[in-house]
């Protein structure tokens, strides 16, 4: 059992990366990374002028329970592409194997993409990950090249007439066919997709200031949304991707778990970038994803992370193929229910009035369940599970 993975002809002892972001602003974070285990690493974004960031521009989004997700209004490096040739050869004498791709962004000149390239190349770079996808900008730079096709492919060529070495496009999810964006990257010949970048988002108003959150100076603006609350939207781009196009796909979004690294695999991701979850909890995540994936190829008796590479994506399929015979209804396990009431409520004004508190415990009335699978998601104790109900018929 390997976790080790050729991906674009690049050796990655596992297929853990650092997406372009915060942990890979410099030299020093990358490395630090690397030395906790992590496989590769995108750089934060390189422009052939850095730029400076706003004070605040996080703003980590919370529910009750739990943090949810992060909308920042960061833009890209704040550091000369000079600077970075520096940084990237310090990275490459620490870690000669391990794998940087170099993040960059041009707008609609041929030579702020080139020039970039040209300087970065001779310092150890695997391949280029097209920025494309950053919703923080607007003129012609970042999303808004990312979803104009007409934009986006001349942009491509530029930066496959620069370079021999593999060219990644790094793709908003921002856009309402993301499958189009991708069929446009592939015809350019570009090598694979990244998806997905940051979700336009806006987090929140305070409410005296009646400003914008993060609120820079009294004014602010819309932002990226990242973190847990984004998977699913991450996840379903990589899916519809991996089912209308060829192109192999970096998987990128919410990733927190080994779980989450598998599920994003088993839509047909080749590796996965994680960004949010590492400023949330620090590089040593590693550890977990790699040793839980690990073991869940093992006892799954697949071989590598390839085997699994899109071995869920026959059972995605659209409406109507979806079997309306299968027919469940809630069962409650006793032993497990504490009693909180979060069904009750939940089915009472969400679901079907089939669930009651008797005796200190949920009763769940199976003519009156629907099998909607609410309450199953409410339940903080795993107490309830749909099960099969044979001779209800529907109607
Ligand atoms: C603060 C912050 C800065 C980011 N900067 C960049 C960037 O410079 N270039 C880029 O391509 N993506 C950037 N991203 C996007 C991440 O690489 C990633 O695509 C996105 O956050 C979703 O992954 P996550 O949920 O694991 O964070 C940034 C994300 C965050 C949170």
């Known amino acids: 059992m390997t976790l080790e993975t050729n991906f674009l002809g690049i050796h990655f ?29 995108v750089t934060k974004t390189i422009g052939l002028a850095p730029t400076r960031l706003p004070d605040p521009r996080l703003r980590v989004i919370k529910d009750v329970r739990n943090l949810r997700g992060m909308v920042n209004i960061e833009l890209i490096t704040d550091m000369t592409v000079d600077k970075w040739a520096v940084e990237l050869d310090r990275i490459r004498d620490a870690f000669p194997d391990r794998p940087i791709i170099a993040s960059i962004m041009g707008g609609g000149d041929p030579y702020e993409w080139q020039e970039v390239i040209r300087r970065l190349a001779p310092h150890g770079v695997k391949a280029w990950e097209m920025n494309v996808s950053c919703p923080n900008f607007a003129g012609g730079r970042g999303a808004h090249l990312g979803q104009d096709p007409e934009c986006l492919r001349p942009a491509i060529e530029w930066v496959k007439d620069a370079t021999d070495l593999p060219v990644i496009v790094k793709l908003t999810p921002n856009v309402t066919d993301i499958v189009a964006l991708a069929r446009v990257v592939e015809e350019c010949g570009a090598a694979a997709v990244t998806a997905t970048n ?18 820079v100076g009294g004014i602010g603006v819309f932002g990226g ?19 209308g196009a060829k192109l ?14 598998a599920e994003y695999v ?12 590492i400023m949330w909890q620090g590089v040593e ?11 869940y190829l093992a006892s799954h008796g697949l ?93």
């Open 13 to 41: 002892p596992n297929p853990f990366l650092l997406a372009s972001g915060p942990p890979t602003a410099s030299g020093a974070m990358i490395i630090n990374a690397f030395k906790a285990g992590w496989g590769g690493a």
């Open 198 to 215: 940051t979700l336009s988002g806006l987090a929140g108003i305070d409410l005296d200031a009646l400003a914008p959150l993060p609120t």
């Open 225 to 243: 949304y990242s973190g847990p609350a984004i998977k699913p939207v991450s996840l379903r781009c990589v899916a519809s991707i991996a089912q």
């Open 248 to 261: 192999p796909i970096l998987g990128c979004g919410g990733i927190e778990t080994w779980k989450d690294a």
């Open 266 to 277: 088993a839509v047909g991701a080749s590796v996965v970038q994680v960004c949010t979850a």
């Open 285 to 295: 995540i590693i550890d977990d994803l790699t040793d839980g994936l690990d073991k």
């Open 303 to 395: 071989e590598s992370v390839d085997a699994l590479c899109g071995r869920a994506l026959p059972r995605l399929v659209t409406y109507p193929s979806v079997d309306m015979d299968v027919i469940l209804r809630a069962q409650v396990e006793p032993a497990l229910c504490i009693g909180c009431g979060l069904c009750v409520r939940g089915c009472a004004s969400g679901g079907y009035q089939a669930i009651n508190l008797v005796d200190g415990l949920a009763v769940i009335d199976r003519e009156e369940c629907d099998g909607c699978g609410l309450c199953v998601g409410l339940c903080p104790t795993s107490a309830i599970k749909l099960t099969a109900q044979a001779g209800i018929a529907r109607g």
